[in-house]
């Protein structure tokens, strides 16, 4: 949908640029003030050579701009990164301690352990003191 506006947009500006060029191509002569230099050159290239200057204008300060947003995304990549890797570490440390929990496990299993006696009181009750 994007590729398709811009089109939209984009076709009359450049056939709208392309028939000012046709149509200006009269010569203008520029001077700046306290210099004496004269430069003669189309209208049509002034006044496109204008735009650009602008549009080059506005591309610089938006990027200037967004500066603090580019650095506060390579900030949050950089952190998401070593997240990423605690992530990793942590996962590792579970898996030994499952691995050395199931040998544990195995070994309490096979260790042959006396089952405990029972009492024969005439009260039923055991104490342990």
């Given at each position: 949908m994007g590729k398709l506006l811009s089109w939209i947009f984009l076709?009359?500006?450049?056939l709208g640029l392309i028939l000012f060029a046709a149509s200006n191509?009269?010569?203008v002569a520029l001077r700046l003030w306290p210099f004496d230099y004269e430069l003669t050159t189309p209208v049509a290239l002034v006044g496109v050579g204008g735009l650009f200057l602008g549009f080059l204008w506005g591309a610089v300060m938006v990027w200037i701009s967004g500066g603090v947003a580019r650095g506060r995304a390579r900030r949050e990549a950089h952190r998401a990164e070593g997240a990423e890797k605690e992530v990793l570490r942590l996962k590792t440390d579970v898996e030994m301690l499952e691995e050395k929990l199931r040998?544990?496990?195995?070994?309490?299993?096979s260790a042959s352990l006396p089952v405990p006696a029972s009492d024969t009181q005439a009260s039923g009750s055991r104490h342990i003191l």
């Open positions: 076709t009359p500006l450049v191509r009269a010569d040998a544990a496990d195995a070994k309490a299993k």
